[in-house]
DNA sequence: CCAGATTTCTTTAAGTTTCAAGCAATGGCG
DNA sequence: CGCCATTGCTTGAAACTTAAAGAAATCTGG
């Protein structure tokens, strides 16, 4: 009976409802500031959001990537991608090749024009996103970084433990 | 010339690169955490997220919501809710019925089924969440906390001073 | 009372998103 | 070489989401 008391002892209803609330404001941030932004590349540039997450990608590598990158480091599914880019080589604004070396392989990058518009609206997003932020000192923003890696890092481990 | 130079010096290209690096952080953090709790919710029990959010809002308030408030909670559009509800009115989780003091006012609830359901996933969901941030002392969810509501005064200033 | 404004909800179109299934190309191994 | 598991992407179905327009009920100021 000794183990019996010992199980029941780790199983007892614990207090978990601060996590939950904390979790719960997170979610609640990051809607508020997704939404904000949203409505202001809609407003000011007629772009969506998942467009402008997909150039924002793409920026940083002027090489370009394959579509299983942008997905991973977007975090959302292939045949979301797939669909994205789709609309966006429409629009003039990627320009998609078949790899050489893998015929399986799709390159995405920026084209010109994408690129151009790209940077106008990101010099305006990163003000909007200071204005956003404005409250918070410059320490509470790297108390927010370390606490958020943190938070990265055990949420990751936690995902892995289940199996990915 | 010296409001000229007041004027330049408030222009003058800042340092914003470390807002948009926690906005990033932020928005990572989230998604990670919402795709891990979305997956365990379809696997588990086999319910999408909406849906879930959705009974969650309603479990808090027996006597019913409308459709509006539930809109509002959610910082969802009203269409969104429209179809929402309407799936779950259909799978036998929600009732609904339109208010005798108001007749465009629908007020839904969760029925008996909905509700024993609805605890029966709350009560893993919170498991979940505190093993999703299992690696956080009481301190660092405290200071998280603490942060997370001040961004969100500050972003919901932003938004306020846009126009809403 | 009644005309206009407002509120609540639905509808529509377009787009985003996931999951699962499928296809094509590659790579490894016997 | 040839099978077959893996990888990269696309497709299809269902659901979710938004913005915008519309319909119905209510409220308000004259």
Redesign the pocket.
């Known amino acids: 009976m000794t183990l019996d008391s010992e199980t029941k002892a780790v199983e007892l209803p614990e207090h978990h409802g601060d996590e939950l609330r904390l979790w719960l404001r997170l979610l609640t941030c990051t809607t508020l500031i997704e939404?904000e932004v949203?409505?202001r590349l809609?407003e000011r540039f007629d772009v969506?959001?998942?467009?402008f997450d997909l150039m924002a990608q793409l920026d940083k590598v002027p090489e370009g990537m394959?579509?299983?990158?942008v997905?991973k480091r977007m975090?959302?599914?292939?045949?979301?991608?797939?669909?994205?880019?789709e609309?966006l080589v429409e629009s003039g604004h990627l320009d998609r090749r078949t790899s050489e070396?893998?015929?399986?392989?799709?390159?995405i990058r920026l084209t010109k024009a994408g690129r151009a518009e790209f940077r106008k609206m990101a010099a305006e997003h990163e003000l909007w996103i200071a204005d956003i932020f404005g409250d918070l000192t410059p320490k509470d923003v790297r108390e927010l970084m370390r606490l958020l890696a943190k938070t990265k890092t055990s949420a990751q481990k936690s995902a892995r433990a289940r199996g990915d």
Chains 1, 2 share one sequence.
């Open positions: 939404g949203r409505s809609r969506t959001l998942p467009r394959t579509l299983s990158d997905s975090m959302v599914s292939n045949g979301n991608v797939t669909g994205l880019v609309r070396v893998d015929r399986r392989v799709q390159v």
